[in-house]
Every structure is written in structure tokens, then in C-alpha cells.
């Protein structure tokens, strides 16, 4: 990941009206190098997933319904382009899971499953008012075992990268999580003009 920042430039401090007050310079970061907050160590658990969109980004509500009440435990933002590269990384990451474990479990699909509408979900699923503006990301780290994939999502700013989330999902439920994923951005570019590049199949 490449960025430009305007950072002050080395020498004497300009004076009133120069116009030379600031120079571009980029930096990259390595996602193996990012910092993982504290409170982030363990991550969380999650057993479904919304996906909204605005012309700019997709958020990502990551749900648990495990306990009770049901809530959302992570929130996270993401650029267009950064959806598109979290769908192919995914993608990959379930061939790797394949070739190591064979095919993920599939999980049973109720005969006649409920249909809620968007605000039915957010009455049912409760939002702590610490994830209201969510977490951005830049961003990801995707990593499995035979049992869960788990998922870092990176903040790649300078000075040093961090990671902004970490969730963790059973491997049978990395699929359907990529076809949901797939849907949503196949839903994004039918209804944005000048959308990002599909991300390539695998």
C-alpha cells in the first residue's frame, strides 16, 4: 500500500506566504508489520455478516448471535477498491484452506429461511455505542486453521501501520461469507457509475 502524506520540510521553518510549507513523500507499510492494539489481541467472534454501501465505502457489520442479546462486535470501513481486494484475498484464502483441509464444512440452510428487512436486523442485533463510527481499513490480514479463518483488518497510516479489527469466523462459514461479499459488490458496481475493477477470479 502506497501513500502520500505533507509532512514539514527539513531545514529552516518558511515564513509567512511561502508556498513551499509542505512536501509530498510516500511510505508503504507491511501488513505482517502492524500493531496490534491490546484490546484487540483476542478479537471476536462472528456468525454472520451485514454489508452496506455509499458510492465511497462499504461497512461491514460483523453480528453474533451466540449470546444474548444478539449484537454487531465489529465494524469496519473500507474504500471500494479495498472490498475488491478483501473478495480475491478471501477467494484465495479458502483455495489455500482447500488444498491443506479440503472443502470447508458446509453449513445446513434452513428449508424456508426468514427474509428481515434491514431494520428488522438492527432492532434484533444490538450496536455498542463505541462501534458507531466503525473502524477504516486499508488494509488486511486473512489467516486459517482447520477450525476458523481469521481476519486482521490494517490501518496503514503513518507512522506505523495498526490493525483497526480482528474478527474471527468458523471455517464452514468463510463461503457463504465470500458469497455474500461477492453479491454485495456485484450489487455495488449494477448501481454506482464509474465503479472500481471487478477483482479477477481465482
Known amino acids: 500500500m502506497s501513500d502520500n502524506i505533507g509532512i514539514p520540510p527539513l531545514g529552516p521553518m518558511p515564513g509567512p506566504g511561502?508556498?513551499?510549507?509542505?512536501?509530498?513523500?510516500?511510505f508503504q507499510h507491511q501488513p505482517v508489520g502492524a500493531r496490534v492494539p491490546?484490546?484487540?489481541?483476542?478479537?471476536?467472534?462472528?456468525t454472520g455478516q451485514l454489508i452496506l454501501d455509499t458510492p465511497k465505502e462499504f461497512v461491514i457489520d460483523f453480528l453474533q448471535?451466540?449470546?444474548r442479546p444478539p449484537q454487531i462486535v465489529a465494524?469496519?470501513?473500507?474504500a471500494p477498491m479495498t472490498m475488491a481486494e478483501l473478495i480475491n484475498g478471501l477467494r484465495e484464502n479458502i483455495g489455500k484452506y482447500t488444498q491443506q483441509f479440503g472443502p470447508p464444512p458446509t453449513l445446513p440452510m434452513p428449508a424456508n429461511p426468514p427474509r428481515p428487512t434491514i431494520q428488522e436486523i438492527y432492532e434484533q442485533f444490538k450496536l455498542p455505542e463505541e462501534l458507531y463510527s466503525g473502524a477504516y481499513a486499508n488494509s488486511f490480514l486473512i489467516g486459517h486453521s482447520a477450525a476458523e479463518f481469521f481476519f486482521d483488518f490494517i490501518t496503514g497510516f503513518y507512522p506505523h501501520a495498526a490493525v483497526s479489527s480482528r474478527v474471527i469466523v468458523?471455517?464452514?462459514?468463510a463461503p457463504r461469507m465470500l458469497g455474500?461479499?461477492?453479491?454485495?459488490?456485484?450489487?455495488?458496481?449494477?448501481r454506482h457509475q464509474n465503479p472500481p475493477p471487478q477483482p479477477p477470479r481465482g
Open 65 to 67: 448471535a451466540l449470546s
Open 18 to 26: 511561502d508556498d513551499n510549507t509542505v512536501f509530498t513523500q510516500k
Open 170 to 173: 468458523s471455517a464452514p462459514h
Open 180 to 190: 455474500a461479499f461477492e453479491a454485495a459488490y456485484k450489487s455495488f458496481l449494477a
Open 38 to 46: 491490546e484490546r484487540l489481541r483476542a478479537g471476536v467472534v462472528s
Open 75 to 78: 465494524r469496519v470501513v473500507m
